[in-house]
Nanobody, 125 residues
Framework: QVQLVESGGGLVQTGGSLRLSCASS????????MGWFRQAPGKEREFVAS????????SYADSVKGRFTISRDNAKNTVYLQMNSLKPDDTAVYYC??????????????????WGQGTQVTVSE
């Protein structure tokens, strides 16, 4: 199982930017498709973005298309989420997840267990 640690969250004003990082200590990181998810207070965890093991395929939730960009550096065992034009609705704890096949990454949002500590993103008005 891949061990993942999220970082890079913080407090930012509306319209600002943040870059999240998700680092893996596993040796098989490059064989996994990766995804970012978020959970706001009182809401279910939701899919944000995913990327294939090679980085050649990406997918985004409609709510973040054109504002967020997912990328990865397999040499550093890290996946990133560049978030621009942030809105108060983006406020949430952000998590990353791994899956062996790209098309199944979105479904990770249904998992109640197996998540890391996440990183808090707060966007002020």
């Amino acid at each position: 199982q891949v061990q993942l640690v999220e970082s890079g969250g913080g407090l930012v004003q509306t319209g600002g930017s943040l870059r999240l990082s998700c680092a893996s200590s596993g040796r098989t990181f490059s064989s996994y498709a990766m995804g970012w998810f978020r959970q706001a207070p009182g809401k279910e965890r939701e899919f944000v973005a995913s990327i294939s093991w090679s980085g050649s395929s990406t997918s985004y939730a409609d709510s973040v298309k054109g504002r967020f960009t997912i990328s990865r550096d397999n040499a550093k065992n890290t996946v990133y989420l560049q978030m621009n034009s942030l809105k108060p609705d983006d406020t949430a704890v952000y998590y990353c997840g791994a899956r062996s096949f790209f098309q199944g990454v979105r479904d990770l949002a249904r998992n109640r267990d197996g998540w890391g500590q996440g990183t808090q993103v707060t966007v002020s008005e």
